[in-house]
């Protein structure tokens, strides 16, 4: 997943430097505040403290509202360098202090940082909405965009005038004083309610436990995952029971391994209850009273409904044209689970199962048919996806074979957990290309689920160059006292999509913030993640990172086959889980609300008219759908992932077809996909890549639903 933090980016305005620099506030007692001195002008986290947040944000408005108010007051007419490059370069202290708080609020969510962003987050997007309903600033910048050609603008520079013409004005710059000021109370409102939203959900997660007080309960669980509950038991109190989470690496484990069925029920209960129980932390509300502010905002910006605004200003540009794709991929997904839980049923009877296949039976019984007909069990590779190996041998290995790029340890790098890793990125000539962060392991304080955000982005025009700091977040399995991290293949196919991620940040050449690495729309964003999974399984990078952990050795070809063999296993649950949620996502925000909904009432009617198989449920219940609820980037916007995919799938045939390390496919994919950014229209750099526009027959045939 791909985190986006709000477009206020760095350094100083062109027009009216040197009078806004004498007045840039420099205070060495506060890191935000003055110049970082660190390698590559890595955040200074070992000096940050929690009082640094608020003062820094406050002067970090400051500084940009003189920035903007400079803009305006330009006697110059309107051109690309002194309005939207200056715009563009704009909130050098609020982003410095944006990036860091964005980053830590979710992955160290301490009691502290969740009150700091009860200010923080308002002000934030109070800032937001000034910028792009300022008046003033939005006469110069159509100015420029009418006058596009007669100023001589670049292709580059109409695209990003463009972009923030069209931001602003989906922004409300085209309102009446009256509805800006109304637009601006619904936005603080969704942030109020995001906030509120994302930390009933991490409590939830965290503080709902499973107790187990019977040993013999725990039969088929993985070493790591007992040892992480009888730690946690400990640390409660309890140090003769297990206690367990409904975290993801914890929840995975037990719903597909623990042979106890009831454990199983309960982790599945316990998990598709959050934020739902009826007690303070149940996010029914919040998710009425966000539906309902976001129909009146698109109604506000001229469109029927949030789904219409969602969808309208990328590449599926209706909201008929996103479902149907993705009903082009539900349908044969669900004739496929079904033919997988006729399998299941025959798997459980045979085994004494005297009962109806539910869906907490579901990822174990898969797993039980899928070790019947492959003669393969998960569990037996593990030993062999040992997390620092994957990483290495694995992940930046491919990425070193296909783009030249190494990986550097900067061991004495500050870092905002110990758990971080700072890698320096440098290109085949040696040449510094990025910093890369990896923080993989769950914390009470870390928000679920994997993703990836800069705290800084790359820049390079007219001779001045700076270059991105991204990072990496997951899950994953953690060590124990007596055994390093050993993945799941689920949990390599994440390190591997994250990276996906980094690559698309790293890597870019956009000359502008605005247009560089993932600043790309959403329907295209999620590609570079995607199609970066396909090489966790090519022979050649698996073999390389795929090491038992005790003794060394390789991956025994035999298991490198029943993993490739069994890839397209279980692609009926999966597909029918994602896009379920897809289209769930895009009915919430089809409707006009009026009065109060029922969460629960119309999930379950949503499921009906799409004829859910009752096995298989939601990826994510609305209560802790944070895609769509923590903030608007991906709300009616999760139908994206499976656009992506139709992207990744058949952008991967070129790779198949020409290998997966072809020079000449990877030369075209670096230099139309992950180094482009948003310099062009998605759908033209593809085809600049693919030699053709996408279909979804390659994604159906790579499922196995086709």
């Known amino acids: 997943m791909k985190k986006y933090l709000l477009s206020l980016l760095a350094v100083l305005c062109l027009c009216g430097t040197a009078q806004t620099a004498k007045k840039k506030t420099v205070n060495p007692s506060n890191p935000f505040l003055a110049e970082y001195t660190t390698k590559y002008a890595i955040p200074p986290f070992d000096k940050i403290k929690y009082e640094h947040y608020m003062p820094a944000l406050k002067a970090g408005i400051e500084q940009q509202n003189q920035q903007i108010a400079d803009i305006i007051a330009c006697k110059d007419a309107p051109n690309f360098e002194n309005t939207v490059l200056a715009l563009d370069n704009s909130g050098e202290t609020l982003n410095k202090v944006a990036y860091v708080f ?91 309610l995001s906030l509120k939203f994302t930390n009933n959900v991490m409590a939830e997660i965290a503080g709902n436990i499973i107790w187990v007080d019977n040993e013999a309960r725990l039969s ?39 042979d106890d069925r009831d454990l199983r029920r309960e982790m599945y209960e316990t998990y598709t209850s959050t934020a739902s129980r009826g007690n303070e932390r149940d996010n029914s509300e919040n998710i009425n009273q966000l539906l309902k502010l976001r129909q009146r905002k698109a109604q506000l910006l001229g469109f029927e409904t949030f789904a219409d605004y969602a969808v309208d200003p990328v590449m599926a540009h209706t909201v008929e044209a996103a479902e149907g794709l993705l009903m082009q991929i539900f349908t044969p997904a669900i004739a496929k689970v079904k033919e997988e839980v006729a399998d299941m049923q025959a798997y459980a009877d045979a085994h004494g199962g005297n009962f109806k296949i539910a869906p907490y039976d579901y990822y174990y019984y898969a797993a039980k048919v899928k070790e019947q007909k492959y003669n393969f069990n998960e569990e037996d590779v593990r030993p062999y996806f040992e997390v620092n190996s994957v990483l290495k041998n694995g992940v930046f290995w491919a990425a070193n074979k296909l783009y030249g790029i190494t990986f550097t340890e900067i061991k004495d790098a500050p870092k905002y957990n110990p758990e971080v890793t700072v890698y320096d990125v440098k290109d085949a000539k040696g040449n510094h290309l990025a910093v890369f962060m990896t923080d993989y392991f769950p914390r009470p304080t870390k928000a679920q689920g994997a993703w990836m955000s800069e705290m800084a982005t790359e820049y390079n025009y007219n001779g001045k160059s ?52 993932t600043n790309v729309d959403r329907d295209l964003v999620e590609m570079p993640s995607q199609i970066n999974e396909h090489w966790a399984w090519v022979p050649e990078v698996l073999k390389n990172y795929a090491r038992h952990y005790k003794t060394g050795e390789v991956i025994p070809q035999e298991l490198v086959d029943k993993v490739l063999e069994s890839g397209k296993f279980n692609q009926g ?26 969460i629960k009432k119309f999930e379950r009617s949503v499921a009906r008219r799409l004829h859910m198989p009752e096995e298989v449920g939601f990826r994510y219940r609305s209560p802790y759908f944070k895609h769509i609820f923590d903030n608007d980037q991906y709300s009616c916007g999760y139908y994206t992932y499976l656009w992506a995919q139709v992207l990744e799938a058949d952008g991967w045939e070129r790779f198949k077809n020409e290998g997966a390390f072809s020079k000449s496919a990877a030369d075209d994919y670096r230099q139309y996909i992950l180094e482009a950014g948003d ?8 085809k600049k890549f693919r030699g053709q526009e996408p279909n979804a027959d390659a994604l159906l045939r790579f499922r196995g639903l086709k």
Not at 224 to 252: C, H, M, V, Y
Not at 681 to 686: A, C, G, K, Q, S
């Open 466 to 517: 700076e270059r991105p700091i991204i990072y990496n977040v997951g899950s994953f399995t953690p060590p124990t006292k007596d055994t390093p991290s050993l993945l799941t293949i689920d949990q390599v196919e994440t390190m591997f999509h994250e990276f996906g991620h980094a690559l698309h940040g790293m890597l870019t050449k956009a000359p502008f913030r605005g247009l560089a690495g």
């Open 220 to 258: 088929g669980l993985a070493k790591n995952t007992i040892e992480d509950a009888k730690r946690l038991a400990t640390e409660k109190g309890q140090p003769a029971k297990w206690a367990f989470t409904a975290s993801a690496s914890t929840r995975l484990d037990v719903l597909g391994s623990a």
């Open 679 to 686: 310099t062009e229209d998605p759908m033209e750099l593809y």
């Open 573 to 598: 649950f999966m597909t029918t889980e994602l896009v379920g949620a897809a289209l769930l996502d895009i009915e919430w925000h089809k409707v006009n609300w009026c009065g109060d909904i029922d």
């Open 102 to 192: 964005m980053a830590l609020v979710e992955s160290d969510n301490t009691p502290e940082m969740q009150k700091i962003a009860e200010d923080f987050m308002p002000q934030l997007t109070a800032q937001n909405d000034d910028i792009y309903m300022n008046e003033g600033l939005f006469a110069r910048i159509k100015a420029v965009h009418d006058n596009a050609d007669a100023l001589g603008l670049t292709p580059v520079q109409k695209r990003l005038t463009e972009k923030y013409y069209k931001r602003m004005v989906r922004n409300g710059a085209l309102l009446t004083a009256e509805q800006k000021a109304e637009l601006k109370e619904i936005n603080m409102k969704q942030s109020e």
